[in-house]
T-cell receptor
Framework: GNSVTQMEGPVTLSEEAFLTINCTYT??????LFWYVQYPGEGLQLLLK?????DKGSNKGFEATYRKETTSFHLEKGSVQVSDSAVYFC?????????????FGTGTRLTIIP | GAGVSQSPSNKVTEKGKDVELRCDPI?????LYWYRQSLGQGLEFLIY????????KSGLPSDRFSAERTGGSVSTLTIQRTQQEDSAVYLC?????????????FGPGTRLTVT
């Protein structure tokens, strides 16, 4: 079955530090990969996605590249801000299996200190 | 426009009681998903609707859980004879159609506490 393994948290960084949150996956077929973010007191929202190998998803300064050879989709940001403090979830779907249900990682809580 | 809404936002119930959780998807979204977010299990899929049909119920944890969708819109998740392990945040998401090009939009969730 499908699974997502995500870097354990919590992660605490200083403002302007470089961020990497690791994510690897196991899936049947050719998955699409996602990063979702949950800001304090808010609902889950899509941060970025990639639907095929070597695609790079990007949004709000965050990037992740779909690496089929290493089955990874690591999230990176060059300079984090206090407003990036949130819980980040890596997820996948396997299109063509009848629905697009998301399989999530366990989430990584990120705290940015001024 | 209006996003996905869920009600109630919080529900406290006694063990053994039945509860109903409601989801109002974004207008025109044909696909609707229920997920559960709990400390022990993380975020897990429960059930998927396409229109009023539920082709995938594989995530429902037991026969105490059921869901329906009417008019291709509102969905209700019902938990009968609630147990303490049912305590979680129940999330609903909707999307315009099938396929990874269609983003799933999540509601704020219903926090269920079973005492």
């Amino acid at each position: 079955g499908n699974s997502v393994t995500q870097m354990e948290g919590p992660v605490t960084l200083s403002e302007e530090a470089f961020l990497t949150i690791n994510c690897t996956y196991t899936a049947t077929g050719y998955p699409s990969l996602f990063w979702y973010v949950q800001y304090p007191g808010e609902g889950l929202q899509l941060l970025l996605k990639a639907t095929k190998a070597d695609d790079k998803g990007s949004n709000k300064g965050f990037e992740a590249t779909y690496r089929k050879e290493t089955t990874s989709f690591h999230l990176e940001k060059g300079s984090v801000q206090v407003s990036d403090s949130a819980v980040y979830f890596c997820a996948l779907t396997t299109p063509g299996f009848g629905n697009e249900k998301l399989t999530f990682g366990t989430g990584t809580r990120l705290t940015i200190i001024p | 426009g209006a996003g996905v809404s869920q009600s109630p936002s919080n529900k406290v119930t006694e063990k053994g009681k039945d509860v109903e959780l409601r989801c109002d998807p974004i207008s025109g979204h044909t696909a609707l998903y229920w997920y559960r977010q709990s400390l022990g299990q993380g975020l897990e899929f429960l059930i998927y609707f396409q229109g009023n049909s539920a082709p995938d119920k594989s995530g429902l944890p037991s026969d105490r859980f059921s869901a329906e969708r009417t008019g291709g819109s509102v969905s209700t998740l019902t938990i009968q004879r609630t147990q303490q392990e049912d305590s979680a945040v129940y999330l609903c998401a909707s999307s315009l159609g099938q396929g990874s090009s269609y983003e799933q939009y999540f509601g704020p969730g219903t926090r269920l506490t079973v005492t």
